[in-house]
């Protein structure tokens, strides 16, 4: 039994020493783990923004786009001097999306405008007088 306690003696000094390395391999090993971490979440932030811009760029353009065809038809409507049935669909479903997607109110201004003009083109001897 005496020869046992020596031994565990020197067992249990080697494990005090160990420990410090043991911790430190651990710590070092968990550190690169959570800088990886720290890297993809920080890849993943910078692709998700980049994506964001994205679609407001793209938000933007349609907007723009809207608006360009929304005052085309404006300008169409109001050279021929009426704004027939089939052009009142396909401009309100136009203009309620637009307002939807935050459009500006230049193209409110026109849509009141246009929605005065009549649904029937003006008769031949109406356009003579």
Same mark, same amino acid.
């Given at each position: 039994?005496e020869?046992?306690? $020596?031994?565990?003696i020197? #067992?249990?000094v #080697?494990?005090?020493l *160990?420990?410090p ?6 710590k ?12 993809k979440r ?6 998700q923004a980049e994506?964001q811009k994205?679609r407001?760029a ?8 809207a608006?360009t065809?929304l005052?085309?038809?404006f300008e169409?409507? *109001?050279?021929k ?8 669909e396909i401009?309100?479903?136009m203009?309620?999306?637009y307002k939807?997607s935050h459009?500006?109110? #230049?193209i409110d201004t ?7 003009? $009549?649904m029937?083109p003006p008769?031949e001897?109406?356009r003579e007088?």
């Open positions: 039994m020869a046992i306690t $020596p031994a565990l020197a #067992v249990g #080697v494990n005090l *160990m420990f390395i043991l911790a430190w391999l651990i070092r090993s968990l550190g690169n783990k959570l800088d990886t971490m720290d890297e920080d890849e993943a932030r910078a692709e994506s994205q407001e793209e938000h933007a353009m349609l907007l723009a786009i608006r065809m005052l085309d038809n169409k409507c *109001m050279d001097g009426y704004y027939s049935r089939e052009e009142r401009y309100s479903l203009y309620h999306e939807l459009g500006n109110g #230049v026109i849509a009141e405008r246009i929605r005065e003009l $009549p029937e008769r001897h109406e007088d």
